[in-house]
């Protein structure tokens, strides 16, 4: 079936830093990318959805300015949370859609310290 | 009343047994989701499903529309199956998802 992996799966850093996360559709074309959160014990949380080669639409109470999404390709799209903070730590999960389907990443864990 | 209910919230089974979590919904879809989710967080998407019944493994996912009502059943249970499953639904033309607060499913050996 198709896959959806994201990189890195795990990743620490220092508050005041930026971190990207990437998500790449592996044997199918995403014409469209969801970015979610998901807080511990909570449902997931869409973020922003974005459709290749367009800017992303963010969802009521998403910073886009923090949480930046480009989706350059069929195949990739990318999540860099500016100048993250402590409270931006959380579990960040894509999916991507096309034709029909849609399926999502594993997620990637993120602690700011 | 939530708009996805799933059933049970936990289930506790013997290693072999069949197990079904059921998943409602109350609204209009164009398709439905079953994923899993493993304690350290890790989702896999186990199937998406718009008509009829799906299988991969030992996974089975059916879907009644006109009943508003889909299963996950996992036949010969293992250990390594225990995690949360979760239902969503997609309703209407757009993305958003609407999600049921999972099954934690825990299977003994």
């Known amino acids: 079936g198709a896959v959806v992996s994201q990189h890195p799966s795990r990743v620490i850093c220092k508050s005041g830093t930026s971190v990207k996360i990437e998500c790449r559709s592996l044997?199918?074309?995403?014409?469209?990318m969801f970015w979610y959160r998901q807080f511990p014990k909570k449902s997931l949380m869409l973020m922003a959805t974005s459709n290749e080669g367009s800017k992303a639409t963010y969802e009521q109470g998403v910073e886009k300015d923090k949480f930046l999404i480009n989706h350059a390709s069929l195949t990739l799209s990318t999540l860099t949370v500016t100048s993250a903070h402590p409270e931006d730590s959380s579990f960040y999960i894509c999916?991507?859609?096309?034709?029909?389907?849609?399926?999502f990443g594993p997620g990637t864990r993120l602690t700011v310290l | 009343k939530n708009e996805v209910e799933q059933s049970p919230q936990n289930l506790t089974a013997q290693e072999g047994e069949f197990i079904t979590i059921n998943c409602s919904y109350s609204?209009?879809?164009?398709?439905l989701h079953w994923l899993q989710q493993h304690p350290g967080g890790g989702i896999v998407s186990l199937f998406m499903l718009s008509s009829g019944k799906k299988k991969h493994g030992r996974l089975i996912a059916t879907i009644n529309i006109q009943e508003k009502h889909s299963s996950l059943h996992i036949t010969a249970s293992h250990p390594r199956d225990s995690a949360v499953y979760i239902c969503?639904?997609?309703?209407?033309?757009?993305?958003?998802?609407?999600w049921g607060a999972g099954t934690k499913l825990i299977i003994k050996p």
């Open positions: 999916s991507g859609s096309g034709a029909d389907t849609q399926y």
């Open positions: 044997d199918f074309q995403a014409t469209t």
């Open positions: 969503a639904v997609r309703s209407g033309s757009n993305y958003q998802l609407i």
């Open positions: 609204v209009g879809i164009s398709a």
